[in-house]
């Protein structure tokens, strides 16, 4: 045992050399309030040598008290800084994983079967592995999230490392990196957010919350919020290597050693592409089904709202707010699909009721023929968003159609829809 000259609550406990701090229960209490306040307690740069970070990096820790982390899970969402972190711990020396990825540093010691159920005796035996070869271990897998929970009892000493990111930054990234349409990313990051939100209230293991925009700005300050969240002491070699691979002017994925002005994107365009293509044949899978039965609902009510304002035109001046209707559909139905050799329906008199009905039926056989064509091309995406993107705007289109609807019942009778 070795007990550091500042502050006296600090021991280390152990062999020479282990490495291992240990803190005591007022000390830890002392340090979980000086972070929640945006400042930074003592962090460990030597054995004997402490100090606060000049420029502290706002995160917090939760559940300090249950002990010290010695298997790791870096989470978060989809372009939201996972790697990055998961880089620093291993240049760190933290083992995240046998085999972890050269650049996006992904590995996971969950097994999953055909119908991605977890397979317990295979997930089993990596993890006894792991604990018989390293003191500390840990891994980043983002989806593996959803299945943490099952896996929790074969863990030792487990904790989280939650790595959040702005959902304009994260869109904007996975349009920039993988084409993802910002819709669907802002909608999918807020799905993963929410589960991990939800689990981070009942996990009684220690957690780190940190924000990836202010670590990358700060990689002296992110080095020693994870050494002292994992309680360990690399050497000085190690630290400036895991400061050095945190370079906010990054242009992708780099390995853990990379070299401070090495901030090329290692990452071959060719996996990059095919990552991208998998991506987008499993979104447009997923979000098609969603798109296209909530068309087929809309449909629907649509019709019903369109019979119900056919039933009030008696006139001129009722067959004026829904011809307005119809007219304001087809423009916006040439500007979403960029036809434009159709006839202009200002061009056509509309003189009754009837009319109206069969003008306005035929906007919503075009959608809806346009949507169903969209969403069996979806099914089957060649690994990009075309079909879905066509299934997507039919469904705004037809959002826009009821609205306008609604709109003109209200105009045509006040109060009375």
Known sequence: MVRSAWPPSITWWGPPGSRILRRSAAEAAGYRLLINSGLEGPLLESPQTYHRNATPVKHFILNREFGTVRTVAVFGTGRGGTSVIAGCLRALGVCMGSLPHAYKHEWTPIVRQADNSVDMTQTSQIVRKMNENHELWGWKFPSDVFHIETVTALLRNPGFIVVTRDLTEVALSSLARQSVPLEISLNDTAIVLRHI?????????????????????????LVEILCAFLQIAPEEAKRKQATDFVQPLTRGYRPFDAKSDQLHDFSPPLDDLSDSQNLAADFSVRYSKEYFDQFEGLISVATAAAEKLAAQIRGPHELAIATETTNEVHRLFQAVTSQTGNRSLEEIRLSSSKEWRIAINRSMERLS?????????????????????????????????????????????????
């Open 197 to 221: 939100a939800a689990r981070m209230r009942y996990w009684p293991w220690p957690i780190l919350a940190i924000p990836f925009a202010q670590a990358l700005r700060e990689p002296n300050a």
């Open 369 to 417: 023929t346009m949507a169903r064509e969209a969403a069996k091309e979806a099914l089957h995406s060649p690994g990009n968003y075309e079909a879905l993107t066509r299934l997507y705007r039919a469904l705004q289109l037809l959002i826009r159609l009821r609205v306008a609807l609604d709109a003109a019942l209200w105009r045509v009778k006040p109060g009375e829809r």
